[in-house]
C-alpha cells in the first residue's frame, strides 16, 4: 500500500497564479485533511474532510478551496496565489475521527513568488 | 494565546542522554495526547498515543500526562542520533480535529 501520496512534490508559482495540490490515499479512509506547516507555527489545518461529500474549514482557510472528490481523493485549490501562502502542504487521512492515528503523505513544497 | 504551546527548540544533547519534550495547553476539553515524530522533509508519523492522563510506555519512549496542570511530556531515554528529528505534540477533545504544537527541533549528537 502507498499510504497517502501528495503531487506534486516541489511548485514554484508567481503571484495571482493558480494551482491545485491534489491528495489521495488506498487505506479506504473516511476523513482527510489539508494542513500547511511553516517554521515556529507547527501544523496548522486549512480544511477537513470528515466523510465523502462533506468538507469543512480549519484553522486557516482563507485563500483556499478543497474538493473531497471520492473517498480516495481530496484536493486543495489555491485561485490566486500569493507570498503568504510559501509553504510546506501536508495531506493527512484517518479512518473515522480525530481522535484516530492521522497518517500523512509527504508534503508539497510550495513557493510563491 | 495559542491553544497548544511547545517550545520549539532548538534541543541539542549527547547521544545517551535523557530528553524531555514539554507541551502546554489551555482547553480543558482535550482527552487524547499524542506526539507525531518528524523526520526532515518527511511528513510526521505517529510515535505515542495516550488517553486522559498517566503515563504510557514503549521501548525507550516515556509520555506523560498531567491533565491538573495541562501539560504533557515525552521523555527519550538512552538517546540516539537516529531520533533526530521534530517532535510535534497534538491534542484532541474528541472531535473532528487534532490541535498541534509548534514542533521541538531534535538534535542527537553522536
Known amino acids: 500500500n502507498a499510504g497517502v501520496t501528495q503531487t506534486p512534490k516541489f511548485q514554484v508559482l508567481k503571484t495571482g497564479q493558480s494551482m491545485t495540490l491534489q491528495c489521495a490515499q488506498d487505506m479506504n479512509h473516511n476523513s482527510m485533511y489539508w494542513y500547511r506547516q511553516d517554521p515556529g507555527m507547527g501544523l496548522r489545518l486549512i480544511y477537513y474532510s470528515a466523510s465523502e461529500g462533506t468538507t469543512d474549514k480549519g484553522e486557516v482557510p482563507n485563500g483556499y478551496n478543497v474538493s473531497r472528490l471520492n473517498k480516495r481523493e481530496f484536493s486543495l485549490r489555491l485561485e490566486s496565489a500569493a507570498p503568504s501562502q510559501t509553504s510546506v502542504y501536508f495531506c493527512a487521512s484517518t479512518a473515522g475521527l480525530g481522535t484516530d492515528t492521522q497518517y500523512f503523505g509527504p508534503g508539497t513544497r510550495l513557493t510563491v513568488l | 494565546q495559542k491553544e497548544v504551546e511547545q517550545d520549539p527548540g532548538p534541543l541539542s544533547v549527547p547521544e545517551g542522554a535523557i530528553v524531555s519534550l514539554n507541551c502546554t495547553y489551555s482547553?480543558?476539553?482535550?482527552?487524547?495526547f499524542m506526539w507525531y515524530r518528524q523526520y526532515s522533509r518527511k511528513g510526521p508519523e505517529l510515535l505515542m498515543y495516550?488517553?486522559?492522563?498517566g503515563n504510557k510506555e514503549d521501548g525507550r519512549f516515556t509520555a506523560q500526562v498531567d491533565k491538573s496542570s495541562k501539560y504533557i511530556s515525552l521523555f527519550i531515554r538512552d538517546s540516539q542520533p537516529s531520533d533526530s528529528a521534530t517532535y510535534l505534540c497534538a491534542m484532541s477533545g474528541g472531535a473532528q480535529k487534532l490541535v498541534f504544537g509548534q514542533g521541538t527541533r531534535l538534535t542527537i549528537n553522536p
Open positions: 482547553n480543558s476539553a482535550f482527552q487524547y
Open positions: 495516550t488517553y486522559s492522563s
